[in-house]
Structure formats: structure tokens, C-alpha cells
């Protein structure tokens, strides 16, 4: 058995920021989840929806691997990422860098994860790979998934080898921090307004607050939309509360980020997009709760309900990013 020593398996909400956290602690970096996910620029919003998808998917944050490498940039970060199609050049890949005593963050479909409980594919998860033996792989998943976690090699071959939306060719990444620690405090700033210009210059109207307020005409016809709303409606209500999103579809991140920030800087924009956020986070919970009852009794008043909260948050959150993008 070979297993990377002084690893922290500190499985928080988020995966990429979870996998982000147990690389940079042994780096000798700690930062909270929020901050993590804050200095990623990592929120965002998509609504998704085609003639090939089942049912619409509400996102609420940067596509999968963007947070790092935004992560990596902004704090000077060597970040070395491995692609292959080859099996037996994606194990080299990653038990070279836990041969050599460091963890190894991997890009992966859930689906064949032994321990994973959920079985739906999603090729955007992102897990820490710290140790393994000839049958297994030691990980480290969010707090949901149960944190230090095992899955057979084989189901791990299988994750890291899917292919479709999302997915990535057995990516495998690990991260180095420069011989002089990086001042992340000195890029909080522009990690807020980068996220916010992205935000407010989404270039579809399906992203952004643009995309907030389509979801707001769309989401009142999801009874309809459904093949079977008392599966569907609920299914998109948990993934937007408790399906790695920390709450109120990555919101209540972004949130405890800004306050997080506002400890550290004196500055009244900043405060005031806290404020914003903090309104946000709790109308989408309560939007996620809509949908939820929509699904489980019929009611399309509860749709409707929950596309006016979705107008209001457009205007909320494009309010609190223009005044974010002053800083």
C-alpha cells in the first residue's frame, strides 16, 4: 500500500474546491472553502437545456476545471495537468506523483464511483487521490460523499476514461506553490471583479443575469417540460441545494466568500454586494423549495412563485455585481 503522509481529509461541500484544499494543505496553503471558491472566480450561472437532455440543468458556477485554472493564475501557482487516452499512461500519471509523496487532484465521471450513492453520470466531478494497493484507490470527495473515501482501480479507470458532456480525457493534475508564498490577499480584489465583469458580460442569453431571467419564463412550464415531474422537479431541486453546490446553488459560497472578504477590507461596495448575495442565498433556497413542491404535489403555482423569485434575482444579483465591479 502506498500512501501520501500528513494528508488532511477535510471533505467540504464543493468537489473541486474540496480536491483544491487537500493539494494546497500539503502545499503548506489553507484556505477556507469560501475563499477557495472566491479567488477561483467560480460562480456563475447557465441554463441549460436542449433536445437532447431529459430535463433543463440549472448551473451555478464556472465549467468544471475553470476554478482551478483561475485559481492557479491569479495566485501564481504551477499548475501541471496530465491528459491521455492511453489506461495505462493515465495510472503512470497518477501514481507517480502519490509514489513521490504528493497528492494528485483527477477529473472524473461519479457514475463508477464505488462509494458514490448518486448514480448519475457527471464527468465534471473532481476528487484527491492521496494513496492506493492493488485492488483500490484511496480519495478524498466532498463531506457529502463521506470525505476519505475508497473506489476499486477499475471503477476508477472506468470514471476517469468517460466520455460525454463535461468530461475529460484522464485528466490528472497537481499543484505546486512558488518558493515565495503567494500574497492571496492582494488578489481578492481582482478575483471579485473578474467574476463580476464575466457575470455581467455573459455573451448568450442563457448565462449570467440574462440567464437567471430566462430561467425565471422557463421554470414555470417545467410541469410540462418533465417526462416524470415527481422525479425531475426534485432530482433539479436537490442538485441545486445539496448536490455539491454548498447551498442555494453555489450562492451561499459566494456569500460566506464576501464576508469572509469584508473582514479583511474597508470598503462599503464590498459590504454591499454581501448584503446582495446574502438576499440571494435565501430566495434561491427558497426557489429550490418551489420546485421541489412543484414535483411532489402538481402545483404550477408553485412554478410560477418560483419564476418570480428568479426575476428578482436577476435584478438582485446584477445590482450586487455591478457595485462588486467598482472595487
Not at 464576508?259 to 430566495?283: P, S, W
Request: glycine share 10%; proline share 5%; hydrophobic share 40%.
Amino acid at each position: 500500500m502506498t500512501i501520501v503522509k500528513d494528508i488532511e481529509t477535510r471533505g467540504t461541500h464543493h468537489c473541486e474546491t474540496t480536491a483544491l484544499g487537500v493539494l494546497l494543505r500539503h502545499e503548506g496553503l489553507d484556505l477556507t472553502e469560501p475563499m477557495l471558491f472566491g479567488l477561483g472566480s467560480g460562480l456563475s450561472f447557465v441554463y441549460w437545456d436542449s433536445r437532447s437532455m431529459a430535463f433543463p440543468f440549472l448551473g451555478g458556477r464556472v465549467k468544471p476545471f475553470e476554478l482551478t485554472r483561475n485559481l492557479a493564475a491569479r495566485l501564481g501557482l504551477t499548475l501541471t495537468v496530465e491528459e491521455t487516452t492511453s489506461p495505462r499512461k493515465a495510472w503512470e500519471n497518477v501514481a507517480a506523483p502519490v509514489d513521490a509523496g504528493r497528492p494528485v487532484g483527477l477529473q472524473l465521471d461519479c457514475y463508477h464511483l464505488d462509494y458514490f450513492r448518486s448514480k448519475v453520470h457527471f464527468g465534471g466531478h473532481v476528487v484527491a487521490m492521496y494513496g492506493y494497493d492493488e485492488h483500490d484507490a484511496h480519495l478524498v470527495d466532498t463531506e457529502q460523499q463521506g470525505g476519505a473515501v475508497r473506489t476499486s482501480r477499475a471503477g476508477l479507470a472506468r470514471a476517469r476514461a468517460e466520455r460525454g458532456p463535461m468530461t475529460a480525457r484522464n485528466r490528472s493534475f497537481t499543484i505546486t506553490l512558488p518558493a515565495r508564498p503567494p500574497s492571496w490577499r492582494d488578489r481578492i480584489i481582482p478575483a471579485i471583479k473578474d467574476c463580476a465583469d464575466a457575470f455581467l458580460a455573459a455573451p448568450i442569453a442563457n448565462l449570467g443575469h440574462r440567464g437567471i431571467e430566462k430561467a425565471g419564463e422557463q421554470v414555470p412550464g417545467w410541469l410540462l417540460r418533465a417526462d416524470e415531474p415527481r422525479r425531475d422537479l426534485p432530482r433539479a431541486a436537490f442538485l441545486m441545494e445539496r448536490g455539491g453546490t454548498g447551498g442555494a446553488l453555489f450562492r451561499a459560497l459566494y456569500r460566506d466568500f464576501l464576508d469572509e472578504c469584508a473582514r479583511l477590507i474597508d470598503d462599503d461596495d464590498l459590504r454591499a454586494g454581501h448584503r446582495l448575495y446574502a438576499e440571494a442565498a435565501v430566495l434561491w433556497t427558497d426557489v429550490s423549495t418551489l420546485i421541489e413542491k412543484a414535483g411532489e404535489n402538481g402545483d404550477a403555482g408553485c412554478l410560477k412563485r418560483a419564476g418570480l423569485i428568479l426575476h428578482d434575482l436577476s435584478r438582485i444579483e446584477k445590482d450586487a455585481m455591478r457595485v462588486l465591479r467598482r472595487l
